[in-house]
């Protein structure tokens, strides 16, 4: 009487044993899968918020110069050209040309800025500073190293330069405000000069120059 | 109406204890609050401590290099600063490799190699605590005759390559007393940075395919604030499948740095009066 009693209570907990194995790792994933969803869902309404950047129809198709990774090893720029209707007001202008170097190129491994970066404003100084304030994705999601991060900064500059020539320095910001560093590397206190024909520093913060692995836009 | 006699006894006794262990339990406070921990304790050669008169982040300058008379002139001095740490891991690659974890290991063998070459090594970390920007830059600015090397592993890049980094050019300002703001200290010391890193990136180039064969510009907030050659080596990948493919780096990366001061040396002449700029 009192085996048979063991007996099922043995059976029983083996049995919660096997079910515990198989459903544990099932639920974790469930639960991996809520919360990415959440980020994303998140990521979305961030997205919803920002004013979409208008498309005129009307406006001019102009061949434009964007710079992407130009090798597999991601430690060069290469001014690819497409064709976009892009507005003259300068603002309207930049935020188009960013847009399209967040948006990416065809082969992702080429890209050099996150995918998931949202540009949540730009507007031009008088002295033509050009302030571009990013999402946080731009600082979290970037790959981290000095060669990655220069990239980045390399690729908006001279995607700038090559299509908005009002265009004198640029000011990242991320989220609305100055960091120090965009992920823990290349510094962001400063100004990166767009206009690499400017001959006259900027008063105030040291400008950094563009990298010298990035080849000068051919005009 | 008794008076329990024991009772008050016991009462005082108790009271007596109590007091004491009051007592006991706040000088320990007192003492774990004037004994800093390990992550707390300022670099052993802060310039404040080290080199009585030698500028500090606060003062916003960073020309004025004092040397104490114990100082040998000339370059013997080399400011080892392996990257990240603490909270910051810096890149995270497969299995879990932190880059604030290898760059450790790095400076360990880069010590070594240094020090083989009559160096003295100054780490501005030893452990997993993370000194800001300007703690370690105070470091290599409280030196005379130093130079400065950041390691870095990066996320991205071809596997078993090492870059050379010295900072993009800074305009040189000073301000009225002919001292250089702390932002910009690097400003007069980038020729030299330039030499320093070029000889070492040849050396890398030989040994790691791949590499370039000079060093490269970049705006890495480290060096800005450095007022000694400095430079940032990075080794490419913390993607790798395996942690010992970059382990097998190490004393090649150590050997090249070692070779690429010793070389340096002839070339940075060290002010005979402190504080001149090079």
């Known amino acids: 009487m009192m085996g048979r009693w063991k007996f099922w209570v043995i059976t029983a907990l083996v049995t919660t044993l096997v079910a515990a194995a198989i459903y544990i790792p099932i639920l974790r994933k469930r639960m991996k899968r809520a919360a990415r969803q959440q980020q994303q869902s998140e990521e979305q309404a961030r997205r919803e918020l920002i004013q979409p ?5 009307g406006d001019p198709r102009v061949k434009t110069k964007l710079f992407w990774a130009s090798d597999s090893d991601g430690s060069t720029l ?31 491994d080429l890209r050099t800025l996150p995918p998931d970066a949202v540009l949540l404003a730009f507007y031009i100084l008088p002295d033509g500073t050009a302030i571009a304030d990013f999402s946080e994705a731009m600082a979290t999601s970037i790959p981290s190293g000095i060669v990655s991060e220069q990239l980045a900064v390399d690729s908006m500059a001279r995607t700038l330069e090559a299509n908005v020539p009002q265009i004198q320095r640029l000011k990242i910001l991320i989220h609305g405000q100055e960091v120090e ?12 000069i767009v206009n690499t024909n400017l001959a006259v520093p900027p008063p105030g913060p040291a400008p950094a120059a563009p990298s010298t692995t990035i080849p000068a836009p051919k005009p | 109406m008794l008076l329990d006699v024991g009772n008050i006894i016991r009462f005082r006794f108790l009271s007596i204890c109590g007091l004491a262990s009051v007592l006991l339990f706040s000088t320990a406070i007192v003492f774990s609050f004037q004994v800093p921990s390990p992550t707390q304790q300022p670099p052993a050669t802060s310039p404040s401590q080290a080199v009585p008169g030698a500028p500090t982040p606060q003062t916003g300058t960073a020309g004025a290099l004092v040397t104490s008379p114990q100082q040998q002139s000339g370059f013997n001095i080399v400011v080892l600063d392996p990257a990240h740490g603490g909270t910051d891991p810096g890149a995270r690659g497969t299995g879990g490799m932190r880059e604030s974890e290898i760059v450790l290991d790095f400076a360990a063998e880069v010590r070594r190699a240094l020090e083989q070459q009559g160096f003295q090594v100054v780490p501005t970390r030893q452990g997993n605590d993370n000194p800001s920007f300007d703690d370690r830059s105070a470091i290599a600015n409280a030196q005379r005759g130093a130079a400065f090397v950041t390691l870095h592993i990066s996320s991205t890049g071809l596997p078993g390559t090492v870059r050379v980094y010295v900072n993009s050019d800074l305009p040189q300002l000073t301000d009225a007393t002919g001292m250089i703001p702390w932002d910009r200290a690097q400003a007069p010391f980038l020729g030299l940075s330039h030499k320093f890193g070029d000889l070492v990136q040849g050396f890398l180039a030989q040994r790691f395919k791949g590499s370039p064969d000079t060093a490269q510009t970049a705006s890495v907030r480290q060096l800005r604030t450095t007022a000694a050659p400095a430079i940032a080596v990075e080794i490419s990948s913390v993607v790798v499948n ?18 690429g001061a010793a070389a340096f040396k002839p070339m940075y002449v060290v002010p005979a009066t402190p504080g001149t700029q090079p």
């Open chain 1, 78 to 108: 290469a001014p690819v050209v497409v064709e976009l209707p892009l507005s003259n007001d300068p603002v309207l202008r930049s935020k188009q040309v960013l847009n399209t170097l967040l948006a990416g190129p065809v082969d992702t």
């Open chain 2, 242 to 259: 395996d942690r010992t493919d970059l382990d097998r780096m190490a004393p090649g990366v150590a050997d090249a740095i070692a070779r």
């Open chain 1, 53 to 57: 950047v208008p498309v005129n129809p």
């Open chain 1, 181 to 192: 560093t965009l992920a823990g590397h290349v510094d962001l206190t400063s100004t990166f």
